[in-house]
């Protein structure tokens, strides 16, 4: 699957800009050590790592850690890798901060694997530990976009050195399930065309606040973007800043 290769993945034009300052400047507030889950690449882990912090990425995709793993290497930089399941993983220590960055909350689909990841993370920290993650704040007028229609998304050169890889996107949108079920089509420099789909789980802000509070979890700073605006209805991200509710977790 295109969207988890590694090297398609760090080739493409459209990750964040600015969420690497901003998890360094939560990563200073908070201290070490560090664990990203879902690190993917390293995109941000290995930024972290070179400017000084102890920090472990955790990820289920070989492809994606792989593709990490050479940059870091490359670099001279030392990160832990663990591949395994954020939502069943014990690393048998404490870390000051835990985060899931760039919507990859987005990617677990139910409520029980959501409560599984949090109780995962509560298990690795300690009173003074901080949680966060940042996904989007759904938007109706795209998740209600007529699913026969294709719109642009994004393009990117052939990291095999092919030509220009075009992604156009469609998405169909359950309200039930809340799952935004993305197509992504890769038209590749031969002409064929490879389908990836993506599943998009959408945590609507009450009902993100709710679980994170019901899960033991105090939130501390709700953001709206990167800039650490107050969260508002047309912020574009959800970034929830917590600790562990009545200190330690179980
Ligand atoms: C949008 S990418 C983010 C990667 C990286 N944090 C970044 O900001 O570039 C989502 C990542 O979530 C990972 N992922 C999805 N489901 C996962 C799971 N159940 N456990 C751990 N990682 C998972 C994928 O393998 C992928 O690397």
Same mark, same amino acid.
């Given at each position: 699957?295109?969207?988890?290769?590694?090297?398609?993945?760090?080739?493409?034009?459209? !990750?964040?800009?600015?969420?690497?300052?901003?998890?360094?400047?939560?990563?200073?507030?908070? #201290?070490?050590?560090?664990?990203?889950?879902?690190?993917?690449? #390293?995109?941000?882990?290995?930024?972290?790592?070179?400017?000084?912090?102890?920090?472990?990425?955790?990820?289920?995709?070989?492809?994606?850690?792989?593709?990490?793993?050479?940059?870091?290497?490359?670099? *001279?930089?030392?990160?832990?890798?663990?591949?395994?399941?954020?939502?069943?993983?014990?690393?048998? *220590?404490?870390?000051?901060?835990?985060?899931?960055?760039?919507? %990859?909350?987005?990617?677990?689909?139910?409520?029980?694997?959501?409560?599984?990841?949090?109780?995962?993370?509560?298990? !690795?920290?300690?009173?003074?530990?901080?949680?966060?993650?940042?996904?989007?704040?759904?938007?109706?007028?795209?998740?209600?976009?007529?699913?026969?229609?294709?719109?642009? !998304?994004?393009?990117?050169?052939?990291?095999?050195? #092919?030509?220009?890889?075009?992604?156009?996107? %469609?998405?169909?949108?359950?309200?039930?399930?809340?799952?935004?079920?993305?197509?992504?089509?890769?038209?590749?420099?031969? *002409?064929?065309?490879?389908?990836?789909?993506?599943?998009?789980?959408?945590?609507?802000?009450?009902?993100?606040?709710?679980?994170?509070?019901?899960?033991?979890?105090?939130?501390?700073?709700?953001?709206?973007?990167?800039?650490?605006?107050?969260?508002? *209805?047309?912020?574009?991200?959800?970034?929830?800043?917590?600790?562990?509710?009545?200190?330690?977790?179980?």
């Amino acid at each position: 699957m295109f969207y988890y290769d590694g090297r398609h993945y760090d080739s493409r034009e459209m !990750h964040p800009e600015n969420d690497i300052a901003f998890w360094e400047r939560q990563v200073r507030r908070h #201290g070490d050590p560090v664990l990203e889950l879902a690190c993917g690449t #390293g995109r941000i882990t290995i930024p972290l790592a070179r400017a000084g912090h102890s920090v472990t990425g955790l990820d289920i995709s070989a492809s994606m850690m792989n593709q990490g793993r050479r940059k870091a290497a490359a670099q *001279g930089v030392d990160i832990g890798w663990v591949e395994a399941d954020f939502r069943d993983f014990d690393l048998g *220590g404490a870390y000051s901060f835990i985060f899931i960055p760039d919507n %990859s909350v987005n990617h677990i689909e139910t409520l029980e694997d959501l409560e599984a990841c949090l109780r995962c993370v509560r298990r !690795h920290m300690r009173e003074d530990s901080r949680f966060a993650l940042d996904v989007f704040n759904p938007r109706l007028d795209i998740l209600l976009r007529d699913p026969s229609k294709r719109y642009p !998304h994004s393009s990117y050169d052939d990291p095999d050195g #092919g030509g220009r890889i075009e992604i156009t996107e %469609s998405n169909v949108y359950d309200p039930a399930t809340q799952i935004n079920t993305v197509r992504l089509y890769y038209r590749l420099p031969d *002409g064929r065309t490879e389908r990836s789909d993506l599943i998009c789980r959408m945590w609507f802000p009450q009902e993100l606040d709710a679980v994170v509070k019901y899960n033991g979890f105090e939130i501390e700073s709700k953001y709206g973007d990167y800039d650490e605006s107050p969260f508002r *209805g047309d912020s574009p991200k959800q970034i929830v800043i917590c600790k562990a509710a009545g200190g330690q977790g179980p």
